[in-house]
């Protein structure tokens, strides 16, 4: 019987240092920078290459397809045409504000590794990368292949997968250690919706520009607006007292004649869980909604700073839904921008149980939208359906015994809001790398990874390989 805890230790060393090579590599998607070669931008391509160097330096044929995804696979002779599949992602958040260290410098402390991506998801896919090496290592005979597949953009919109899954074929089962264990075996519908309008003001108070949010999955933990007024003095007063009420929020501002700017910094979190930030966009909306703005200005700022306005649940937009198994809706305003006289956008992300579908939001948020202004809510990209794997699946009862016979903890299933790549698989689920009772740092600020815990699930990984891989 194998000793998996000491079968991966001659790896670690190797694990940690590629870690902190990869978490220098800003690989966050930038479709301004797109071109040939790189069609998300040069940092999800350069962090798919450097695993590719990984995969070379240890023995590994890299399939990289089209700079989106890549693959490595382990085919002993004793495998059949069948394989399953790891399946992670290089892409990460963009760093935002908030850090006490460089995002992008790996740094190492009191038993944690810091950077962008540690955990999300740079670190557990190396765990899993290195858990696949130690299999090979050790020669095991195995029913199925394995692949180890990496994508580039699974912050987005998982263009990389859809590409894979055109031009491959599907995999038996697998998991993406891109969770938490013990398991995630359920995972809510995802979907995100926009509303586009044309940024329109008159009167005596204008809203000349506001921004908030990065990405739609990201709690925005910065916010700022731009406003004309005959009276910035009064608005920077009001603005003081206003920071004064809510401890929870810094903030500044910035008079220039007639015109003041206004900066709200609240707290990043990932947007699966919006009730753990603090959405600066909705706050200084909130504020600046007691003055007199006009036409879709006035619209724009009464919608986020009222009904959107620490809504984590849908309840105030009309889209609240709840089931047994997979709990509440949850609603984040991912990114808001305003405009004068030109494009304007609110953007939010939902992740929904069975009790509902993407229709029926639809149908809610159109219903409670902003009064004022004429456009609709839409779907934008793609809407996914809620996903679950049965408890009693042999792959699901394998997982759960190799968690409690490696952390001596018992384990359960679970269902979550966040998506991970396991829901592209019939019999996929999200392992690890994150484990009970520990505080997730993923889409915030000092984003870290505690070193004996990705060493853990290193080891976790390599005999749930095992196992999988000779599963019937």
Known sequence: ???????????????????????????????????????????????????????????????????????????????????IALLAHVDEMPA?????????????????????????DKGPALAAYHALKTVRDLALPLKHKVRFILGTDEENDWACMDYYFKHEPAPLLGFSPDAEFPIINGEKGLAQYEIHFQGSNAGDVRLLKFQAGERTNMVPGKAIATIQTAAPSKVSQDFQI????????????????????????????HGAWP???????????????QYSFKESAAAFLSYLGGIAHQDPKGSQLGIASHDDLMGDLSMNVGIMRFQQDADSYINLNVRFP??????????GLNSTRPVGISAEFANKGFAQAPHYVPADDPMVKSLLRIYEEQTGQKGHEQVIGGGTYGRLMKRG???????????STMH????????DDLKLA????????????NLD
């Open 458 to 469: 290193d080891s976790i990984y390599a005999q749930a390989i095992y196992e999988l891989a």
């Open 1 to 83: 019987m194998t000793n998996w805890k000491e079968a991966v230790q001659a790896n670690q060393t190797q694990l940690i240092a590629d870690l902190k090579d990869l978490i220098a590599v800003v690989s966050v998607r930038d479709d301004s920078r797109a071109a040939d070669g790189a069609p998300l931008g040069p940092g999800p391509r350069d962090g798919l290459l450097k695993f590719g160097e990984f995969a070379k330096r240890d023995g590994f044929e890299f399939h990289n397809l089209a700079n989106l995804v890549g693959y490595v696979e382990y085919a002993p002779e004793s495998a059949d045409d069948q394989y």
């Open 429 to 439: 689920v999200g392992y690890g790398a994150l484990f009970p009772q520990r505080e």
């Open 242 to 269: 206003f920071l004064s009420q809510h401890a929870v929020l810094s903030g500044q501002a910035a008079i220039d004649g007639q015109q003041i700017s206004l900066t709200v910094n609240g707290k990043q979190a």
């Open 96 to 120: 935002g504000d908030g850090w006490t260290t460089d995002a992008f410098t790996a740094v190492e402390k009191q038993g944690r590794l810091y950077g962008r991506g540690s955990s999300d």
């Open 354 to 363: 069975k009790s509902t579908s993407n229709a029926a939001i639809l149908k």
């Open 444 to 451: 915030q600020a000092n984003e870290y990874i505690e070193i």
């Open 275 to 289: 009730e753990d930030g603090e959405n600066a966009g909705t706050y200084l909306a909130d504020f600046l909604s």
